[in-house]
């Protein structure tokens, strides 16, 4: 039989769980966008630092030797950033959904029998 006080029970935990949910998924937005502004900031300030490495170069074989250096990092550095930041959207992901699984435990029809 269907009960006021269980709809009610019901909504306030939904509206709980969407709460929490929207908190988490504020606070990882903001982690996500923090990663990328330092990779920004450090992207940028490697590319500086070769800029004047490349300029005090006196010869085409270090020119060459400078140019090789800064793609290796810089290739490392995005990749380890692109992973770092993958982290950070999964675990939003798996955040943002952990209020609701209670929820979604309860309205699940058990398969015991």
Known sequence: MFKVEDFQQQSKEQF??????????SNGLQAIAAAYGDYSK???????????????????DKAIEAQTEFAKSAYETF?????????????LAKQTYKPFEGLVSKLTPSTTH
Not at 42 to 60: H, I, M, N, Q, R
Not at 79 to 91: C, F, H, R, T, W
């Open 79 to 91: 990749v380890a950033e692109s992973q770092k930041i993958g982290e950070l959207y999964s675990d």
């Open 42 to 60: 450090k992207s940028f300030e490697d590319t500086k630092s070769y800029v004047e490495k490349l300029s005090g170069v006196k010869s085409f």
């Open 16 to 25: 709980e769980a969407a709460v929490a949910s929207a908190k988490t998924f």
